[in-house]
Each structure stands twice: as structure tokens, then as C-alpha cells.
């Protein structure tokens, strides 16, 4: 700068005005160039009157600029003081008439001519050479009574002209290199300008952060306090240290999560150039605003003024900082913060109740879990279990129970049994079977832990409605559930119920298990149990679908040394079996197998004797085949005659279900009055008859044109136990209308058929005599 203001000061032109004042002595027109005034105006004065005296006084200053006039329209060159000191031929001081000049006044020369003066400006200034100016400032005067002196002057100003020319070039090269350096000196000067303009806008903006800090949180300070924020962090350079950034993120983190969010995330960035990190707590002071209470208001201040986050603002934040920790914390030691901050975000997020939100969580701990993080926190991994839900499509949907506490087991954590008897209810009613396997599989583990495991301090028993629950569930197919299952029952003390062994055996019959089938027959046997029809029927359906199995059934049975898996049960299996095949012969054979076997026909034993013996006649005689036989009714009914005279013999009474079967029988053979016997029987004896028996013989009846017996026996539905039968009135009913229609339509149809036949015989002879009539 200093260099500029130098120049600038050099270079500056004389302000001196000269006047030239007329002298009617010189014969000569003065014409001053304007380039070497110098010379010309030494020629002027040599050319003059000699008896004229000049002085000139003037400071010794070095212009390098003049200003130009004209005179009666000749271009001229306003002297300088040098110029006209040079001019002198001696003296300090010139005096022209009356006026009189001094150093440091402006002079103004008249030229020696007639005529007025015209003073302009020049704005194409011209140099004169500084050398110049100075070899003309110490020339002699030379006598002006001397005319050849003249020529050594003019002699002398040529050299001088030459030598200006050639210094002149030099001044140009210089002022170039002047030039680059005022270039230089204005970058300089405009990085300075731009530094004093960051210190400027740095201060603005701490002064109006503090002032927005100071006073008390409302919504009108958090936003300027916003503002401050989104001008730093447009700016590209720093304007706001770390500590104002981490004040700003405290001041919002109340108000606004979101505008924290940012905050934090603004200042992770300046830590990652610098190659620093930011503290934990303040990514957890974010994610704790997550949570339900936070998210909304702050209880703690009555008047909060704190800014709602509606679902769809929380989705967005929470996949975003996932993101961001993954993205940022993902090398080396940097990996703590995913390790410790992601399962919190997750907790954070199923403490809500809303199922859309609990749902953000599942991919952040299904990647916590694929990436196998350690489990630093395992009491946070229980607390989520803990918040364990129900769901009809499955608990998977909303959250890796199972994988979470198979994870927390394996890190060597022993959770508590609350937790994990809340994982296992998650599973109901227990469809995924390899979940529930699994859950199973470690509680077992636990609950086997020593006495001096840490596990021993709880008690990880099962109740037996639960287990009673899976092992309904894996019926049919997973034995190796149901066998956990009773694994389990035996471990906590538990009996078995009758529902848990047919659970097994249909669990035995799917996966083609006979042995173990049969022994678990047995044992239900021996535990006072009766199998249901319905699970003999099922285990029947089973074996009897593959002839070989059939025949290895029977062997397996009939073999002496497998006591063990004979039992009635097992035979009545047997017996169905072959009565679902229609080979009623193999069927009688089984009964009569069972007193060389020590065992006792039951209930059930007769039942299917008499079923394998309607399928039989079924078979034989379809319902709209017309009636049987007489013959072949015989039969059959010897076949039931012998059913009743042994079920007689053991003294077994007649269940419903045995009944239904008889009334079937009979239905089939078109003995609806026996059948009608039957039902007086077992209403008599009190046995409560199913509805089925009730709809076949009254449809028979109704079928047969009876509608008065038909509507009798649906009215004995209140004394045969099924209560009110509306609906089999009601289908009597329409039977009874739809044979009333069809028999008046058939009489309309027997009256129209001889109009039919006459009109018939009446064509046939028109017919008749056209034929005789064409040739």
C-alpha cells in the first residue's frame, strides 16, 4: 500500500499554471512541441531580443505530466516549473512588466505574440523525460550577443532528444513491472478485505447467537436461533466454533429433534475433516427424544413448547440417523457407536404402540443381528424382549424375538424368566413350528443350567396350558416338537393330558412312526385314557391308505413279542381300517383275534364293527337302487344280530355313536320302521342321540311319501337331547311341496297325452293318403 501511495505521489502532475505575457520585441512565433518543450523554448529565448531579462522561480520538483493550451490555434504544451527554471538564464526570480512570480506560485507565460490564449486540458497526457528536464535545468545561458553559440546548443538539444527517447523506453519497462506489482498488492489487498469480511460476519453472528441463548426458550428465540445456524452453515467457512455448535444443538434439542438432528450432523462433519469424533451422549440425548413421551411434549415443563413429530417425520429421521451412523461409524474403533446406539434406537421405537412404528425397528436390529454386533448393553436387549407383542401373521413381523434372545444366551447373559416367558407367548397360538421349537429348545437349556449357574436364581417352568397348546399346534406336523413338548412335561413336573397323547399319536400317524404310534396307544391305555373315534378314525385313514402299511400294521400287531404296542385300541385302529377298505371279512376276523390277544373289546370296538358293516351294505346297495334282496338283508341283519349279542355278552352299553351306526344300517336296508324302533330305544334308555340320526330317518321318510312319521321323529329332537330342530321341519316341508307339485304336473300331463295320441293318428293317415296319391 505504501508503495502505491508513493507512486501515486510521484507521478502526480504539477499544478502550477503558466503564463506567458506578450513581448512585442520578438520578431520570432514561438511553437513549443509537445514532447521536448524544453529544447523549443530554449530556441524562443534564443531567438528573442537579448535585451529583455526573464527569471524564473520555481521549487525543484520533477513533474512528469504538463498540461496542453492552444494559442490563436497552435497546440502547445503547458510548461512545467522545471521547464521554465531550464528556460532561465538565471536567477531565482522572473519578472515580466509588472507581474512578478515566486517559487511555489503558478506561472502563466504569454508568448511573445499577439493574440489571446486558449487554455484546455489535455487528456492524453504526454511524458517528458525526466533526464531531460534535468540536463535543461543545468545548462549555461549562453550570451545572447553571440550568434554562433546557437548552433552548439541546438547541437547539444538533439543529444538530449536522442537520450530522452531511449530513457523513455526504459520508464515505459518500468512502469509494466509497476503495474504487476499494483496487481499483486490488490490480490493481497482483497485476501485481506475478505478475511476482515469472516472476522466481521464470525462476530455478527456470536454476538447475536449469545444474545438468542440468554434469554428464555420460546418458539420466536429457537427460530432466530435456526436462523443463526442455517447462515453458518451456508457459509463455507467456519464462522461458529464447537462450542457454539454444541450449545445450539442443546438450545434446539427441547424445541425441535429435527433441527438438533441437523445440527448434530453439521458438526459430525466439521469432527470427521478434523478427524475427531462426537460425543456419544449427544446421539443419545437424540435418540431418547424418540420415545413416545419425549417425541410429543416434555411432562416435566407444563408449558412445553416443544414441536410434534407426526409418524411420517419419524420415519424419515429414524431410517436417515440409522444411516448415517452406518455410514459414518463403520471402520475400526468407530464401530462402538453402531454397537451401542442402533439397539437403542430400536428400543426407543417399541416402547410406542403404534405397530407402524414398532415396525422401523425390525431392519435396524435384523442388521444388528446379521452383522452379529457384540451384545455390550444385554439388560437393553432384554427390555426390548420384555415389550414383546402378539400378531395374527406372526410376531417375525414386528421383531426378531427369537433371534434376539438366542443372541443374548449365547453372549453368556442369563435373561430373566419374565422375558423369556414373554417371547414365548408372542408365538401364539404357536404356527411357526421352528420358532417355537427353538424358544423351547432354550428354555430347556436354561432351566437345566446347575445349581450354580446363574440361571438357578429362575424359574423357567412352562405352564402345562401352554405346552398343552404347542402340542396341539404341532400335531400333524412336527413330532419332534411334540416330543419336546413331553420332554418338558416330564422336566417340570407335569402330568399328561389325554389332548397331549392324541397330539403325539397324530404326530406318529403323519410321519409314518407305526411303532411309536401304537406304544403311545398303549400308554394312553395305561394312563386310564380313552382315545377318541375321531383319532382312531384319523389313524385309521392313515394306515389303511397304503395296502403295504396295512399289512405291516397287522404283522406288527399280531406278533407275539410286541406286547408292548398291542393294546384294544390298536386293534380297533386295525378294524376300522379294513372296514374303510370294504373288506368286512378282515374286519370280523380282528374281533375275533382280540380274546387270543387277552384283550377286551370296548365301546368303540362294536361301534366300528357296526360302521365297517354299513359301509359294507352301502356298498352293495345304493339308496336309489330299489330295495335289496330279501336274501341279502338276511345277511346283514345276521351280521348286526351277532354285533348285538356280543355287545351283549361283554356288557357294554350302547353309546350314541353306536346308535347312529345301527339306525344307519337299518336306513340302508330300507327297514325304516326297525330304524324307527331303534330311536324309540335309545330315547328310552336316555342315551342323547346326534342330529345326524335324527336327519337321515326322517329324510327317509319323507323320501318314502311318510310325512307323518317324518314330522314325528323331528319332534322327538327335545327328548333325544339335540333340542329344536327347525331346520329338518322345514326340509320335510319342502320334500312334502316338491311331491305335491310333481304329482299335480304329472296329472295335467296324464290328462293333455290323448289329445296327443289322437292328433298323432290323425297325421299318420294324412300321411298315409299323400303316399297313395304321388305315383
Excluded at 520508464?171 to 482483497?190: G, K, L, P
Excluded at 413429530?309 to 468407530?334: I, T
Excluded at 346326534?690 to 310325512?707: E, S
Amino acid at each position: 500500500m505504501m508503495r502505491r501511495l508513493i507512486q501515486n505521489t510521484v507521478h502526480r502532475p504539477c499544478r502550477r499554471r503558466i503564463s506567458m505575457i506578450q513581448n512585442t520585441l520578438a520578431p520570432y512565433t514561438t511553437s513549443i512541441s509537445s514532447r521536448y518543450s524544453g529544447s523549443e523554448a530554449i530556441r524562443s529565448q534564443l531567438d528573442g531580443d537579448t535585451s529583455t531579462s526573464t527569471q524564473f522561480t520555481s521549487p525543484y520538483i520533477l513533474p512528469t505530466r504538463s498540461r496542453g493550451f492552444e494559442i490563436q490555434g497552435v497546440s502547445t504544451r503547458q510548461l512545467s516549473s522545471e521547464a521554465i527554471q531550464a528556460l532561465s538564464p538565471g536567477g531565482d526570480h522572473v519578472s515580466f512588466g509588472s507581474s512578478s512570480t515566486h517559487a511555489g506560485d503558478d506561472v502563466m507565460v504569454t508568448p511573445f505574440l499577439g493574440g489571446d490564449v486558449q487554455e484546455k486540458d489535455c487528456s492524453e497526457d504526454s511524458t517528458a523525460g525526466l533526464e531531460s528536464v534535468e540536463a535543461i535545468s543545468t545548462l549555461e545561458s549562453q550570451p545572447t550577443s553571440t550568434p554562433d553559440g546557437i548552433e552548439d546548443v541546438e547541437k547539444d538539444l538533439g543529444e538530449m532528444d536522442q537520450e530522452g527517447e531511449e530513457k523513455l523506453d526504459v520508464n515505459d519497462t518500468a512502469a509494466a513491472a509497476t503495474n504487476e506489482d499494483v496487481s499483486e498488492v490488490s490480490e493481497v489487498q482483497s485476501k485481506e478485505d475478505a478475511v476482515y469480511d469472516v472476522d466481521q460476519e464470525k462476530q455478527r453472528l456470536s454476538r447475536e447467537l449469545n444474545i438468542e441463548l440468554q434469554h428464555e426458550n420460546t418458539s420466536r428465540r429457537y427460530k432466530k436461533v435456526i436462523k443463526v445456524f442455517k447462515d453458518a452453515q451456508s457459509n463455507p467457512d467456519e464462522l461458529l466454533d464447537d462450542q457454539q455448535l454444541i450449545s445450539i444443538f442443546h438450545h434446539l434439542l427441547h424445541h425441535d429433534v429435527l433441527a438438533s438432528y441437523d445440527v448434530l450432523k453439521y458438526y459430525a462433519a466439521r469432527c470427521k475433516e478434523r478427524g475427531t469424533l462426537v460425543r456419544l451422549d449427544m446421539y443419545q440425548r437424540v435418540i431418547h427424544r424418540i420415545r413416545p413421551v419425549d417425541m410429543h411434549s416434555d411432562l416435566s415443563k407444563p408449558k412445553s413448547t416443544a414441536r410434534r413429530m407426526n409418524p411420517f417425520e419419524l420415519r424419515h429421521f429414524v431410517e436417515d440417523l440409522a444411516l448415517h451412523l452406518q455410514e459414518e461409524y463403520s471402520e475400526g474403533k468407530k464401530m462402538v457407536y453402531q454397537h451401542i446406539l442402533l439397539p437403542e434406537i430400536v428400543l426407543a421405537l417399541s416402547e410406542h404402540k403404534n405397530a407402524s412404528i414398532n415396525l422401523l425397528g425390525k431392519p435396524i436390529i435384523d442388521y444388528v443381528l446379521d452383522k452379529k454386533f457384540p451384545v455390550l448393553n444385554p439388560e437393553l436387549y432384554e427390555y426390548m424382549l420384555s415389550r414383546g407383542r402378539r400378531s395374527e401373521t406372526g410376531p417375525e413381523e414386528f421383531f426378531p424375538y427369537r433371534r434376539v434372545l438366542a443372541e443374548l444366551i449365547r453372549a453368556g447373559h442369563t435373561p430373566k424368566s419374565e422375558a423369556v416367558m414373554t417371547v414365548l407367548q408372542c408365538y401364539h397360538p404357536f404356527n411357526d413350528i421352528k420358532a417355537t421349537y427353538s424358544i423351547l429348545s432354550m428354555i430347556h437349556k436354561l432351566h437345566l443350567g446347575g445349581k450354580d449357574s446363574p440361571s438357578a436364581a429362575e424359574d423357567y417352568s412352562v405352564d402345562l396350558g401352554t405346552l398343552e397348546a404347542i402340542s396341539m399346534s404341532s400335531a400333524r406336523r412336527s413330532v419332534e416338537l411334540s416330543l419336546l413338548v413331553w420332554d418338558l412335561v416330564e422336566l417340570f413336573g407335569h402330568t399328561p393330558t389325554e389332548g397331549m397323547f392324541e397330539d403325539v399319536i397324530m404326530s406318529f400317524a403323519s410321519t409314518k412312526q407305526d411303532d411309536n404310534m401304537y406304544a403311545a396307544l398303549v400308554d394312553m391305555e395305561k394312563n386310564g385314557f380313552v382315545p377318541s373315534p375321531s383319532l382312531m378314525r384319523y389313524v385309521a385313514v392313515k394306515v389303511s391308505f397304503n395296502e403295504r402299511r396295512m399289512e405291516h400294521s397287522h404283522k406288527m400287531l399280531t406278533w407275539k413279542q410286541n406286547e408292548h404296542m398291542r393294546s384294544t385300541h390298536a386293534m380297533n385302529v386295525m378294524l376300522i381300517g379294513y372296514g374303510m377298505k370294504r373288506d368286512i371279512n378282515s374286519a370280523f376276523y380282528i374281533f375275533e383275534e382280540l380274546p387270543r390277544f387277552n384283550l377286551q373289546p370296548d365301546a368303540n370296538t362294536f361301534s366300528f364293527l357296526m360302521e365297517a358293516l354299513y359301509i359294507d351294505t352301502k356298498e352293495r346297495f345304493p339308496p336309489h337302487g330299489g330295495k335289496p334282496p330279501p336274501q341279502d338283508i338276511d345277511d346283514v341283519l345276521g351280521a348286526s344280530q351277532i354285533i348285538l349279542d356280543a355287545m351283549g355278552e361283554a356288557e357294554i352299553e350302547k353309546t350314541k355313536q353306536f346308535y347312529y351306526e345301527h339306525i344307519r344300517l337299518l336306513c340302508a336296508l330300507s327297514l325304516l320302521d326297525d330304524a324307527n324302533l331303534v330311536l324309540e330305544d335309545a330315547i328310552m334308555s336316555g342315551v342323547p342321540i346326534p342330529r345326524a340320526t335324527l336327519f337321515i330317518l326322517a329324510n327317509r321318510f319323507a323320501d318314502n311319501g311318510n310325512y307323518e312319521l317324518a314330522h314325528k321323529v323331528a319332534g322327538l329332537s327335545a327328548a333325544a337331547g339335540c333340542g329344536k330342530f327347525p331346520r329338518l321341519i322345514s326340509r320335510i316341508n319342502n320334500i312334502e311341496r316338491a311331491a305335491s307339485t310333481a304329482a299335480i304336473n304329472n296329472t295335467e300331463r296324464a290328462d293333455t297325452e290323448p289329445i296327443n295320441n289322437t292328433e298323432t293318428v290323425e297325421s299318420e293317415s294324412i300321411n298315409t293318403e299323400t303316399a297313395d296319391i304321388e305315383p
